[in-house]
């Protein structure tokens, strides 16, 4: 028994440390202070406390005490990425972005894809958290230059998203915080596990922030290097030398999509739905017709010695025509044809027969494509768009100043038969019309088809009609024989940017701003289809050559729909700007699409697959595109003063960049060979105002300070080009 005046052993132990719960103090000593009254400071109790664990022995909670207390207020400092705030995204990004930039070549082109959808993700947590507006510049100022050329749009409209409440309001925060949003991206077995593994040795440094990231947001696809296409082979990715891809894969994006497929749920099946790509048949009847004619035709103009009459060329025609690809009749309701579409139909075997007939590349060789160029001078800039007819004879141009002015080609009177006019004795005829009747910007023109007519005997081949669409809301039909406007289509609630005839002039397309296409007919005011899947607006629209589907492009995507269901049958992306023209070849099978970025990709129909990309143009869009009749060479033109000439057939090189070399955009001319030689006529290093010329391009033909509005392939297989002079913009 202890003495009640002894000290117990048990507050001996620690040196001057606090009294033992439970246990009186010792005698003799003075009570515990008041608070307030020199109590020891937060400092002083954590040294006794270390000093007590270190006596102790307790050298790992000694430790961990010491980490805790490091900061000088006494706080804990946490040494995990992810138990930090704002600062989390910020420091994560840095992570992953320096790993992708110091890995493995054979990687790097598979993994930089992944850093836009974690950049935008990232970003929004940092706005979510309530990021200092000063570091959300910064975070932003330092990552964003590597995605200015492809998603510039997009980082337009992040840098304005501040506020938490912008995200969900926005519209690309609806699209990537969207619900069941994922951007699915596809990686090599081999790339995803490298990343992994990465992440999980990173844990506390960030890698579980990305890893959930990527849980939350991002649909990663993994597949074997040996099954992905050509141009993400290792062979093509160690040729390239590490060079990054600056093109999406064709089933990348939000929401992503089997490459081809519009069906974009992730358990879409991967088989694609089968086209009927083929020609329509022609109806019986007005087969019979056809060679009817062509017999009488054959016997007044016999053809000349080696060359095939207009009625064998028909025939030879038909047979070469698959017939378990062609669509039934039954599945596009037409009108019963007229003696002007047998004349027509005549007139198209002639012109077939008779045409330069272009022959695909050989021994490195193009074929010599000639272009007749139309310019028109004092526009002052006014000038939307141009269209010319198919029998050559007229030229129509939409204007910023809501008319539409038409020319004939050949500088004659342009006939009419509007009464008023006729009876009118102070009329004069007149090389051009003025149709006035939109109260906005016309933004496109299109002549009904058309086939010219050399005997000038009835009936007229000529274009009937002409639409126009316009930022009135409206499309306009007018009428080629009295000028005046027929109907104005309502239905549109926003700007119509494009409008198209079918193959039959019967029906047409219209796309506009709304996100909508809408598909018509001349008998209706009412639209009888319309086509709704993109997420912005639907810049360009074309039909394909059969009239049983229809192209629409916007968001950097091309829908294929059918027309009869009213359903899309393929997407395709890979663009990185915006789609400024489209146009599928005669043939059927293959669809061109160009942007705004100087590129134009080719698109096999019935895989739904890209075929390749060809390169030349400067930035600022392309705007027209044309195929040859064989669906071998295709002409494009437009804002860079160019009307270029490209070789289709020709494969892509396996070596970097699909084989392109660079030169200067002002310098140097490409000629028929597809040889390029500069200013020096050597060698050009690629520098950032050079562009990048793939091997594809055969010719390019440079106008002076005219940016071309349209090229047209006839079907002789001749080239017309449409421009005009604005020595005031490009001095």
Known sequence: MSHPGQVPSRANSVVNGPPSAGLPPPHGSQPPPTPGAGQPSQQNLNQIVLEYLNKKGYSKTEATLRREVADRDGTPISRKVQDKGWEKYSESYTLLENYVDDTLEVYRPELVRLLWPIFVQSYFGLVIDFCPPEALSAFFREHSPRFQREHQDELRQLQVITEPAHVQQSAIGKIYRGDNNKYRLTLSSMAWASLIQFLESKQDQGGVVIQGLISSYVYIVTTERAATASDRSLAAMLARGGEDFDIPAEDEGIPGHNPGSANTDRNAPTVLPNLKLGQMPMDPDAMEDVRAELKEEDERNPPANGENSLLEEFEQRIKQEPADDAPSREQIPLPPPLMRDIKSEVGKIREY??????????????????????????????????????????????????YIRVWSLDGKPIPNMNTGEVNDPNAQPSSSKRLIGHSGPVYAVHFSPATPNPSREPPSTAP?????????????????????????????????????????????????????????NTENIAPLR?????????????????????????????????????????????HTGNITAIECSPNGQTLASADDQGSIFLWDLASGTRIKRMRGHGKGGIWSLSWSVESSVLVSGGADLTVRVWDVIQKPSEKGSDGATAVKAEGPSTTAAGTTTGAAGGVQKKSKKDVVVTQDQISAFPTKKSPVYKVMFTRSNLVIAGSAYLPELYS
Request: proline share 4%; aromatic share 14%.
């Open 353 to 402: 027969r008779d045409r330069f007939k272009i022959d695909p590349k050989t021994s490195g060789v193009g074929p010599g494509v000639s272009v007749c160029m139309y310019t028109f001078h004092n526009t002052h800039d006014n000038i939307n768009c141009l269209d010319f007819s198919g029998d050559l004879m007229l030229v129509a141009a939409g204007t910023q100043q809501s």
């Open 464 to 520: 009937r009609y002409l639409l126009s669409s316009s930022a009135d809301k409206t499309v306009r039909l007018w009428s080629c024989d009295t000028w005046t406007c027929l109907v104005a289509y309502r239905g549109h609630d926003s700007p119509v940017w494009d409008v198209r005839w079918g193959p039959h002039g019967y029906y047409f397309l219209s796309a506009g701003h709304d996100k909508v296409a809408r598909l018509w």
């Open 530 to 574: 319309m086509f709704v899947a993109h997420d912005n607006d639907v810049d360009v629209c074309a039909f394909h050559p059969n009239g049983v589907y229809v192209f629409t492009a916007g968001d950097k995507n091309v829908r294929m729909w059918d027309i009869s269901r009213g359903n899309p049958v393929r997407m395709f992306t890979g």
